[in-house]
């Protein structure tokens, strides 16, 4: 059982940063593939970013390419993502997810993740 907290969310004008953190509890976090979902209001939750669980490979979404770093620390049983250039449409709930130990497969699918935080919000002014 993998427990997941997010924190680093906040109010922030367009063009502006934020980093957002997942904790996660347990031994097993650097087995876990761990990614990066939001969901915006009236929106489904659409995939942001992910990494798998050597930390070798990455993917984002093209909407945040280039602009969102994705990034895992396994000594400290964190992961991150920086957000640059924000921009008012990045507004929404961010969730942390993790999937099952040793995942490889799709990681830009929702489905194919099994532990979730309960999610931190970000809202972009412009």
């Known amino acids: 059982q993998v427990q997941l907290v997010e924190s680093g969310g906040g109010l922030v004008q367009a063009g502006g940063s934020l980093r957002l953190s997942c904790a996660a509890s347990g031994r097993t976090f650097s087995r876990h593939a761990m990614g990066w979902f939001r969901q915006a209001p009236g929106k489904e939750r659409e995939f942001v970013a992910s990494?798998?669980?050597?930390?070798?490979?990455?993917y984002y979404a093209d909407s945040v390419k280039g602009r969102f770093t994705i990034s895992r620390d396994n000594a400290k049983n964190t992961v991150y993502l920086q957000m640059n250039s924000l921009k008012p449409e990045d507004t929404a709930v961010y969730y942390c997810?993790?999937?099952?130990?040793?995942?490889?497969?799709?990681?830009?699918?929702?489905?194919?993740?099994?532990?979730w935080g309960q999610g931190t919000q970000v809202t972009v002014s412009s």
């Open positions: 997810a993790a999937t099952f130990q040793y995942y490889s497969g799709n990681y830009y699918s929702s489905a194919n993740y099994v532990y």
């Open positions: 990494i798998i669980w050597s930390g070798v490979g990455t």
